[in-house]
């Protein structure tokens, strides 16, 4: 059988964060008084650099952003869905186009 996922809770990650900044450790050495692999603890750093606050939104869950990141990833989607219609049309004027009259 496969290993068992652990979860890790946003204030676990906070802490260990913290504590690779302000222990004087190198990070392999607190990940391993933890008990964790060192890169994770290294991918936790830069999400915290990058997102701050709004780093760890958990469970994979996209948290609120900004009203213009929201309105990106909406019209991201649905950009999208209207390529896929575009190739759909495409491939269907193909077909027709060669079949006999």
């Not at 913290?18 to 008990?35: M, N, P």
């Not at 991918?43 to 609120?64: C, H, I, M, N, S």
Request: proline fraction near 2%.
């Amino acid at each position: 059988m496969g290993e068992v996922r652990r979860y890790y809770d946003e204030q676990f990650k906070r802490n260990a964060v913290e504590l690779t900044r302000k222990s004087g450790k190198k990070v392999s050495q607190v990940a391993e008084d933890l008990g964790i692999n060192s890169s994770m603890l290294v991918r936790w750093r830069v999400e915290q650099d990058g997102y701050g606050v709004r780093a760890f939104p958990g469970q994979g869950k996209l948290t609120r952003g900004s009203d213009l990141e929201e309105e990106n990833r909406r019209l991201k989607k649905e950009l999208a869905i209207a390529q896929e219609e575009r190739d759909i049309l495409k491939k269907a004027t193909a077909i027709f186009s060669r079949m006999p009259k």
